[in-house]
């Protein structure tokens, strides 16, 4: 049963997903990318893959990289970012530990394996860590610390 599935995700689903694959030519003409995507690689939860694509996308717009498109065949499941965001898709899917189907380039590889914070987590913190402005401020500052 198995063989069959990968039989048909490989040459009748995975080719004639026309859904994912309009809706990534539309985002790429509207993106100004259409040509210069990057299709890159992870690998399937049924395979040993460690996150779906839906968790992909979900980590990927907290930090500010967009899919414009998605595929799969019977190994990997795809997405499409913009080329010019792809060293950051590799940086933030290193730090994530999500298992990639596609190699990942030499000068991609980084020796930093923290996850990446997202925008709120970075703003929250830059808003506690600011002094505060007011002189009512400075004096409900003061109180906390005395």
């Given at each position: 049963?198995?063989?069959l599935?990968?039989?048909?995700?490989r040459?009748?689903?995975?080719?004639?997903?026309?859904?994912?694959?309009?809706?990534?030519?539309?985002?790429?003409?509207?993106?100004?990318?259409?040509?210069?995507g990057?299709?890159?690689?992870?690998?399937?939860?049924?395979?040993?893959?460690s996150?779906?694509?839906n968790?992909?996308?979900?980590?990927l717009?907290?930090?500010?990289?967009?899919?414009?498109?998605?595929?799969?065949?019977?190994?990997?499941?795809?997405?499409?970012v913009k080329?010019r965001?792809?060293r950051?898709?590799?940086y933030?899917a290193?730090?994530?530990?999500?298992k990639?189907?596609?190699?990942?380039?030499s000068?991609?590889?980084s020796?930093?394996?923290?996850p990446v914070?997202?925008?709120?987590e970075k703003?929250?913190?830059?808003?506690?860590?600011?002094?505060p402005?007011?002189k009512?401020g400075?004096?409900?500052?003061?109180?906390?610390?005395?």
């Amino acid at each position: 049963m198995r063989h069959l599935m990968d039989y048909l995700d490989r040459y009748v689903l995975g080719p004639i997903n026309y859904i994912d694959r309009i809706e990534g030519i539309v985002r790429g003409l509207i993106w100004g990318d259409a040509l210069t995507g990057e299709k890159i690689g992870i690998v399937r939860i049924d395979r040993g893959g460690s996150h779906t694509l839906n968790e992909l996308e979900e980590i990927l717009g907290e930090r500010g990289v967009k899919v414009r498109g998605r595929t799969h065949n019977h190994h990997s499941m795809y997405a499409i970012v913009k080329g010019r965001q792809k060293r950051w898709f590799y940086y933030i899917a290193q730090a994530h530990g999500i298992k990639l189907s596609t190699p990942v380039p030499s000068e991609y590889i980084s020796s930093r394996r923290t996850p990446v914070p997202s925008w709120a987590e970075k703003a929250a913190e830059r808003k506690r860590s600011q002094k505060p402005k007011t002189k009512l401020g400075k004096v409900r500052e003061w109180l906390k610390d005395n």
